[in-house]
Nanobody
């Protein structure tokens, strides 16, 4: 099993910045991808940014140029640096990981989610 714990959410004024962190722990053999999703009230969960191993990061059009996703492989930690925040960025932000864990002599590939962290952009 993989545990994902997010931190760094909070309340910020429009134009401000926040940095989210997601620490992954457990019996992890490989992390194939990690990403940040967000869900605003009354809306479906959507991808904000993701890092797939061996590929360049992928961003939703709505956050391009304002958000930067990065990953510290040694610490199994994912970050999301958010600048120029807007009211429409208000949402619960969830960390996601596509990871492989040992099961006997084999591997199990699973999709894991954190509990979410609230980001509120308001004056």
């Amino acid at each position: 099993q993989v545990q994902l714990v997010e931190s760094g959410g909070g309340v910020v004024q429009p134009g401000g910045s926040l940095r989210l962190s997601c620490a992954a722990s457990g019996s992890i053999l490989t992390i194939n991808s990690m990403g940040w999703y967000r869900q605003a009230p009354g809306k479906e969960r959507e991808l904000a940014a993701e890092i797939i191993s061996g590929k360049t990061p992928n961003y939703a059009d709505s956050v391009k140029g304002r958000f930067t996703i990065s990953r510290d492989n040694a610490k199994n930690t994912l970050y999301l640096q958010m600048h120029s925040l807007k009211s429409e960025d208000t949402a619960v932000y969830y960390c996601n990981a596509d990871a492989e864990t040992p099961i006997g002599h084999n591997r199990w590939r699973g999709d894991y989610w954190g509990q979410g962290t609230q980001v509120t952009v308001s004056s």
